[in-house]
């Protein structure tokens, strides 16, 4: 198995690690560049006052912490926390001193159902995210009568690829991809020529939910896996399945 990771930043180096240790190659090609946003401006009475803090990911929690800090604010202790997934829901419990719940699919749909999102009329949600994302929960939370508000805490850059890249990647055998947000695949696509995207489309594609599956597929992959998650042990996971199937295959 030769996988092209396009996780950013040390998200992406482990998963790398993880793989090569399974015995296969891996490349890692991030999409996306990360950075504080510490020109955010918080009004600490607004966040003293939110009902629900609600997390998509691991940067929005660790760039939250540097915004705190440097600002010299604290969070409320009367507020319910959330977090997309298991991993996002452990930083932020360690941000808050504070349980915080998280669904067992990690994507918005599943969020969305959790218990404490389902009697939002009239309370205060703070949403914390990179430069974009995430408008389904923002959508269906105004929806139900909630007052939601986004906190920008992370920007994304995104990072073009070389001229060549394609064609690197084709040389090493590159037969598997893993792109974890709809962003960054959208971003993928539209830097390669037809030719390109006739070979990219053909490659083992993973994805962390069915949203961004069936982007996938009406994109041109043939060959996609939902992994229901974005963290590197359930990515992993599945990159286990695959490749042991891959194995079974060539035995039989």
Sequence with gaps: MRVLVTRPENQGAELCNLIEKMGGMALHQPLIDIQDNLQISLDDDQLQRSDIIIAVSQYAVYAFHHIL???????????????????????????????????????SEHLLALPELTNVSGKHVIILRGNGGR?????????????????????????????????????????????????????LLSQVSEPELNWLTQQQLLVPSERIATLAMTKGFNNVTNTQGASNSTIFAALQRLETGLNNDQQK
């Excluded at 829901?89 to 994507?107: C, G, M, R, W």
């Excluded at 929960?137 to 001229?163: N, W």
């Design 135 to 187: 408008e389904l929960i923002h959508d269906q939370l105004c929806a139900l009568g909630a007052d939601v508000q986004y906190l920008e805490t992370y920007q994304r850059r995104y990072l073009p690829l070389k001229i060549d890249a394609i064609k690197q990647w084709r040389s090493i055998g590159i037969d598997t991809l893993v792109v974890t947000s709809g962003e960054q695949l959208e971003f």
């Design 69 to 107: 800090t440097h600002q010299q604010l604290s969070l409320p202790d009367s507020c319910i926390y959330l977090g997309v997934g298991q991993k996002t829901a452990h930083e932020l419990s360690k941000l808050s001193q504070q349980n915080v719940n998280y669904p067992t699919v990690s994507d």
